[in-house]
């Protein structure tokens, strides 16, 4: 069983076709990182998979219960989406974190005033996320206290602290100093290691090829090779992923 | 007539000035919320009806719709002046200042950044938790300034109601310098409304500071 399914997805902005017939799944506990160039639609994909954007057709399921069907060639989303939201959790490049809300507000108020869920427990088992990210100590600082790969590993907990089955991370580390991505790259690694389900569309590719059971390069909307990290980044036979990941060996 | 007793008589208009400017508060705020998401409502008519609307309030001057709201109901429809003036003053003010809000509010409410409304949907707030609890508090944080400017203006308005003849406290103060034909009733004018402007200002402060507990 997939944890997420998207099949034959078609997405355009005005003319400009941004995914053409995309086709990929993720099972339970696999790690999928999607590299590619600047507009290839990565973020897209992320967006339309975490209904930020509204895909033209296709078939988007989670545990495959269908969040889109097609009716002729028209594409009807479920009435129930914040059913399906309860599956993922985003992880966005600038954080967006509620800079209004202390750390520990920023992860508990979504658990409590959505999911509706008893306050004090979910404080203990964030207060337990924390301590595991090492940043029991700033759970009441404001988010423009912290340093940005604090800030970024809140907005992870804040994710986790929903409790989803799988998390999409658009470029984790690209907002942050050099010196600040290892942080967050670890707690990604970290995360893997405890067979969280995870999407990771990144330009870090030593870390992808390090963490991911597999990898997705899209190149012009459209998936054009995906298998395992050794095979993609040691000895590809697709000339454009050749040609795309010479530009990071150099 | 000595200063003493000049204050003192104006000092009586000044409980009427505080009551439309508490008024036009009480009523305007919540008022101006409303034109504000009329304002940015899908719905096109929606949209440029209110725009229109916002437009005629904002470019035709208070003392007009004062006048229009007071006595329009006398000319058009022969009914009597409403005896109690605070009513129709309030209702003129209230609308005027609702205008002034409603583009004060959507200019902060646009200046937000749409990671927030992103961040939020994708944890299941509902559109209206994400304005109340998201949006709302750090759009008042950031309106806060513009909505000083907008009621020390307003501190000042209150003096237009002496065009309907409304006893606050410039009315009786003009009334005072044409009777006496003394200048000094404008002086004691300016320093009421100054020192009332000079506790807005520190109330405004106040609130200000203590909304920058976190930075943006
Ligand atoms: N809301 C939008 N309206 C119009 N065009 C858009 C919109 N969002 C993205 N695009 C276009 O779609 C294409 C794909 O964009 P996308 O952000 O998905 O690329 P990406 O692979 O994430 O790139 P990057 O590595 O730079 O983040 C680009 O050409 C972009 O300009
Ligand atoms: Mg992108």
Redesign the interface.
Known sequence: MSILSMTNIEKSFGNLQVLKDISFSVEEGEVVSIIGPSGSGKSTLLRCA???ETIDSGVIAYDDNPVTTMVGDKCVYAKNL?DF??C???V?Q?F?????YTVLKNMM??PV???GRDKEEVKAECMELLKKMGLEDRADA???QLSGGQQQRVSIV?ALA?KPQILFFDEPTSALDPELTGEVLKVIKELAEENMTMVIVTHEMQFARAVSDRVIFMDGGLIVEQGDPEKVFGNTENERTKQFLSNYNR | MDLMTMILKMGEGLGKTCAIFFLTLLFSLPLGMIVALLRGSKNKIVSSVTRFFISVLRGTPLMLQLIAVTYGPYYLFHLSVSRNKLIPVVIAFAINYAAYFAEIYRSGIDSM?V??Y?????????KA?TFI??IL??VI?RILPSMTNEIVTLVKDTSMAFTVSYQEMFTIGKQIANSQTSFTPFIVAGVFYYIFNAIVGFVMGRAEKKMS????
């Open positions: 975490t209904f930020l914040n939201r309860r993922f959790g985003l966005f600038n967006n974190l509620f800079p209004h108020d979504a005033s959505v999911l404001y988010p423009c804040r929903m | 950044p990671g927030q992103e961040a939020a949907e994708v944890l299941g707030y509902s938790q609890k998201i508090p750090q944080r507990y976190y930075d943006m």
